[in-house]
């Protein structure tokens, strides 16, 4: 099938680029013509495992183009994705700007009829939304829209997208429905679960999976926290608890929150539309309180745990002190450091007289967009240098490997917060490490 990718980001391009590496031809469009140019030129703008090398053979077989002009890919083709932005307004709710505009500029472009499936994540009601700005602007063509959200995480992106646990669907016609099972025809074979929904229920489908991912995780880092005060072990409640197939084990490591470019302002924008609806989400609202709270009292905890390592008595005790922050992306695997602890963390200790340097095996230019001033190291052994404390924020597979004996003698003073949970805590203490992780009993 012909399909033009509206927004070739995270998401667009890793979608557009599977799309197209399972037999249909695409044309990503984006209006930033540096992303498009550097993407013609073959250079990925993104980090991402194995995305390269799809659209390498997608570009190589033809299946794949790209470019800035909107109105002739859509012209060219019959399925139009939306797959910009939705990042959060400052009121909480979804800003809907660039789903609107895209809409818009797709009414205003087509040739004939087509139709539009919106992958970017929106509030339940945005794709009738989208109908009513489609049929205004589109003259007598017809428009099916399409809600089909996307459940790729960031860092293994493609094998979701290649290997997905189920499509989820909304339309409210026939039509846009058989397109539809024909464009995800070649996961039959896989047995991937179709469900076919309304439009209503495929929006809100996504940001119930996200906010309920969500809950786990500020459940289990309030569960950490209570095992620190107990003496209980995180790691054995978590095996204790996730055994349980009701549960589950994933999403059951204590962290340092959850952050990217979707849980926060997904599980807000929630909370938000659930206001308004005069049906507020309570458990979400809680989620959402946990997970700043929880941040900002880890805040706390390094500067205490610091203080009482460094046998610092002052109400000051992170002037003049060299902090390395391990890891800015806000996980592994991905360059993404939007809503990352690194950019909570950092900018708090540096308030309290901290010289903060980072780290990140991917992160530099994303980090740099966003915090011009943070001082970067290029190696971990170079942050580590001279440092009076190393807080470990990302779990990438490089910081998890980490030699710490041999690190012992490069820092100042030896002190590691590990928000991560990467160490063996009794080894850190034998060889010689302060060391705070979390939920796990801590040994001086
Ligand atoms: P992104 O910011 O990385 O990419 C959006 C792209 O759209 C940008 O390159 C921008 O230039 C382009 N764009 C905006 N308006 C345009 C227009 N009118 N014409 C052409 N290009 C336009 O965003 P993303 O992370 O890919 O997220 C896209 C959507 O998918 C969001 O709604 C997000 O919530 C959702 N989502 C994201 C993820 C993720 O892991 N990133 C996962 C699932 C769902």
């Known amino acids: 099938m012909k399909i033009a990718m509206i ?28 992303k498009v140019r550097a993407l013609r030129r073959g250079n990925i703008p993104i980090y991402e495992p194995g995305l390269e090398t799809v659209v390498e053979q997608a570009v190589a077989k033809k299946k794949l183009t790209f470019t800035t002009d909107l109105a002739k890919a859509v012209k060219a083709n019959d399925i139009v994705f939306i797959a910009v932005g939705t990042p959060q307004a ?15 500029q797709i009414a205003k472009a087509a040739n004939k009829s087509k139709i539009v499936v919106v992958k970017s994540t929106v509030p339940a009601g945005t794709c009738k939304r989208v109908g009513r700005i489609l049929g205004k602007h589109g003259g007598e063509h017809t428009f099916d ?35 539809m099972r024909k464009l995800y025809a070649p996961f039959e074979p896989q047995d991937v679960p179709l469900v076919l929904t309304s439009l209503e229920t495929s929006e809100l489908i996504k940001y119930s999976a996200n906010a309920f991912l969500a809950t786990k995780v500020a459940f289990i880092n309030e569960m950490a926290n209570l095992c620190d005060a107990t003496g209980a072990d995180i790691e054995a409640l978590s095996r204790g608890i996730g055994l349980d197939n009701r549960i589950g084990r994933a999403f059951l490591k204590p962290g340092p929150g959850y952050g990217g470019s979707c849980f926060p302002k997904d599980t807000l924008a929630l909370t938000v539309q659930a206001q308004e609806a005069d049906c507020p989400v309570r458990i979400v609202e809680s989620v959402v309180d946990s997970n700043s709270f929880h941040i900002r009292r880890l805040g706390r905890r390094i500067t205490d745990f610091c203080a009482a ?28 450091v939007r809503s990352a602890a690194s950019t909570v963390i950092a900018p708090l200790l540096s308030k309290q007289g901290a010289e903060i340097v980072g780290y990140d095996p991917a992160a530099d230019k994303a980090i740099t967009e966003l915090i011009p001033t943070l001082e970067r190291a ?8 001279g440092a009076d404390a190393a807080i470990v924020l990302t779990e990438w597979a490089e910081i998890g490997a980490i030699d710490w004996p041999t690190m012992h003698d490069l820092m100042r003073q030896p002190v590691v917060v590990d928000l991560r949970n990467l160490y063996n805590t009794v080894k850190m203490a034998q060889n010689g490490f302060y060391y705070l992780s979390l939920g796990r009993p801590h040994i001086a």
Do not use: M
């Open 90 to 104: 400052s009121d909480g709710r979804s800003d809907l700007r660039d789903v609107e505009a895209a809409a818009k």
């Open 145 to 179: 829209v399409v809600s089909n959200p996307e459940f790729l995480r960031e860092g293994d992106a493609v094998n979701d997208f290649l290997d997905p646990d189920r499509i989820v669907i909304g339309t409210a016609t026939e039509r846009a429905a058989n397109a």
């Open 378 to 385: 290029k190696s971990i052994e170079e942050a580590i240098k």
């Open 7 to 34: 927004g070739t980001g995270y998401v667009g391009l890793v979608t557009g680029a599977c799309l197209a590496k399972i037999g249909h031809r695409v044309t990503c469009v984006d209006q930033d013509s540096s």
């Open 309 to 336: 390592s460094w046998g610092e008595t002052s109400n000051v005790p992170l002037v003049g002190k060299r902090i390395a922050i391990l890891g800015l992306a806000f996980k592994a695997n991905t360059d993404d």
